[in-house]
């Protein structure tokens, strides 16, 4: 069956404005974020349903250290508890787990719920959630360059090519659509080396109110987008976006 192509292979969503959220609720920010896990589980059979095989978010970035110690704290521990709650319905509901990220500063309890999760769904196909957790895109290309160094690759040999194979996100085609909630506009240092061609869609959503109508909003614009890839547009030049 031939792909629909107004619908994106791969989305990758920077889910932002969680802590706003909660300051709304006069809430601790801690709550915030238990209530973005619930909506990115929401999101995730969204997109499936939609036919989209990739869903890759931002979780926590290398950055992300740098916030308060008790946020940090609570993070990871809302982690642990995300795995115990929601881990079976994502199984059952053909959902792979793939963890993106450095693993070497993270807690043992958690390096080991990452390995329950994927290994508990690496048989499934129907949607890959990808997790990028003490990642960054800075971080990506410098350890694939380490890599890539590392098995004796000669400079005439590291191409645009070689280097993904190295990339972190390697087991994913690169997003068709990117996605920030929460009003920033801005990339974060999120998938730099992957989302060159990616379509950007920026909305004030803070992420736990993000539901099916706002992915829905958010497909329908890419869907309306013309994707060149830096070649020369085939709509007449009225309707063109440059």
């Known amino acids: 069956m031939k792909r629909d192509l107004s619908v994106p292979r791969h989305v990758a969503i920077v889910m932002d404005g969680n802590g ?13 974020h238990k209530a973005g896990v619930d909506t990115l589980v929401k999101v995730i059979n969204a997109c499936a349903d939609h036919g989209i095989e990739y869903l890759t978010v931002f979780a926590f970035s290398s950055e992300n250290w740098k916030r308060p110690e008790d946020e ?6 809302l982690v642990l508890v995300a795995v115990t709650k929601y881990l079976a319905k994502l199984a059952r509901d053909g959902v792979k787990i793939v963890i993106v990220g450095d693993r070497n500063s993270v807690p043992d309890r958690l390096r080991a719920a990452w390995a329950e999760a994927e290994q508990a769904t690496a048989h499934n196909t129907r949607i890959t959630q990808s997790v990028a957790f003490n ?3 800075r971080w990506d290309v410098v350890q694939a360059c380490r890599q890539a160094v590392a098995d004796g690759l000669k400079p005439e040999q ?85």
């Open 158 to 242: 590291i191409t645009e090519a070689s280097l993904s194979g190295y990339m972190a996100m390697r087991h994913a085609p690169d997003p068709d659509l990117f996605i920030r909630t929460g009003g920033e506009v801005r990339i974060s240092n999120f998938l730099l080396w992957q989302v060159a061609y990616s379509e950007l869609v920026f909305t004030d959503c803070l992420w736990p109110d993000f539901d099916v109508a706002a992915l829905e909003a958010a497909l329908a614009v890419y869907a309306g987008r013309e994707r060149r890839f830096g070649a020369v547009s085939t709509l007449p030049f009225e309707a063109s976006s440059g």
């Open 135 to 137: 990642s960054g895109g």
């Open 20 to 32: 706003r959220w909660a300051k709304k609720r006069y809430l601790p920010r801690f709550f915030g």
């Open 72 to 77: 940090v704290s609570g993070l990871m521990g």
